[in-house]
């Protein structure tokens, strides 16, 4: 009767600890969905960019996707970034201090561009496990678009160039004029 108590005890022992056990299986490397389309260049008459966004519904995470493409296009055009790391570190107590250590760090990017004829030519929607919309978009912008756009920011540059260099030669000349009335 002992050894028929003991058995049952060890089953129940063993059942329990199987059952906690979660699931079984190697845990590793979850690889990431992309579709087959993305960061490809497949037109020669186009600059593709790609933007993905997650969201709550379907139709913000579209928005939200597409603007990202948007940024990525407007970013190869001209892009101002100002970024700042900053280092802190602490020691505090007497006989056993703890050290206290925190960096961050702050990218900011802004980017200025205006584009025409911008077709999305690929999108793609998925459900995640947590109900949440995952969009995947392509933006094909027109070469000639960028090349417009870029030249402009160059012209842009130069006139202001030239203004600053034509008001430079201004003052010389009323310092030099001032210099005679003196």
Do not use: H
């Amino acid at each position: 009767m002992k050894t028929l108590k003991i058995i049952t005890l060890l089953l129940i022992v063993v059942f329990v600890i199987t059952a906690c056990g979660g699931k079984g299986g190697p845990k590793g490397v979850k690889k990431l969905y992309y579709p087959d389309w993305w960061q490809k260049q497949d037109n020669a008459e186009y600059v593709q960019t790609y933007g993905m966004a997650t969201k709550v519904s379907q139709n913000s995470s579209y928005d939200a996707a597409y603007a990202n493409a948007m940024l990525q296009a407007a970013q190869y055009v001209e892009t101002y970034v100002k970024g700042m790391v900053k280092n802190y570190e602490e020691e505090a107590g007497v006989n056993d201090p703890q050290v206290l250590a925190l960096t961050s760090k702050v990218v900011k990017a802004v980017a200025n561009a205006k584009f025409t004829n911008v077709m999305v030519t690929k999108q793609e929607t998925i459900v995640n496990d947590d109900n949440r919309y995952q969009t995947f978009v392509r933006v094909s912008v027109p070469k000639e678009s960028v090349n417009k756009n870029l030249m402009n920011k160059i012209k842009n540059e130069e006139a202001l160039y030239n203004q600053f260099k034509a008001s430079q030669a201004f003052d010389e000349l009323d310092k030099e004029v001032e210099k005679y009335d003196e």
